[in-house]
Each structure stands twice: as structure tokens, then as C-alpha cells.
């Protein structure tokens, strides 16, 4: 196999394991050395969702309760 067919394959994988949430923003661009727009261009080409992150985890407690009230 050549670089440039393993290094695409090594791209699949980072950018499904970013896709999938099981690896950061930061992660994806210092192992795939691309910035991070074309990260997205990379992932939309290969019709990848992009990750969903809850932020609920570090919010205060007035942020919570305000969330709360707003989605229930």
C-alpha cells in the first residue's frame, strides 16, 4: 500500500473517531496536520456528521437552571 492510499485510510479513521465525538478539535488537527476548516471540508466530502458535544457538563449553576427553564 502507498503513503498517499495509507494516509487517506489513517484520515478516515481520524475523521470518523472526530465525527463520532471520541476525539477533540485540537487531537484532529495536530494528528491529521490540517486546519480545521479543511477538517470540515474533509468530513463533509465523506458525508460525516459533525460531532455533538454537551455542554451541559460545564455549566454553573445559574447557566442550569436557566437551561432548565428555557428546554425543560
Same mark, same amino acid.
Given at each position: 500500500? =502507498?503513503?498517499?492510499?495509507?494516509? %487517506?485510510?489513517?484520515?478516515? /479513521?481520524?475523521? %470518523? %473517531?472526530? #465525527?463520532? =465525538?471520541?476525539?477533540?478539535?485540537?487531537?484532529?488537527?495536530? %494528528? #491529521?496536520?490540517?486546519? @480545521? =476548516?479543511?477538517?470540515?471540508?474533509?468530513?463533509?466530502?465523506?458525508?460525516?456528521?459533525?460531532?455533538? /458535544?454537551?455542554?451541559?457538563?460545564?455549566?454553573?449553576?445559574?447557566?442550569?437552571?436557566? @437551561?432548565?427553564? /428555557? @428546554? =425543560?
Amino acid at each position: 500500500m =502507498g503513503k498517499i492510499v495509507a494516509a %487517506a485510510l489513517d484520515l478516515d /479513521v481520524l475523521l %470518523a %473517531a472526530y #465525527s463520532a =465525538g471520541r476525539m477533540g478539535r485540537r487531537e484532529i488537527e495536530q %494528528a #491529521s496536520e490540517l486546519w @480545521f =476548516g479543511q477538517i470540515l471540508q474533509e468530513m463533509a466530502h465523506r458525508h460525516l456528521p459533525l460531532p455533538r /458535544v454537551d455542554a451541559r457538563q460545564h455549566y454553573n449553576l445559574t447557566q442550569q437552571r436557566l @437551561f432548565e427553564r /428555557v @428546554f =425543560g
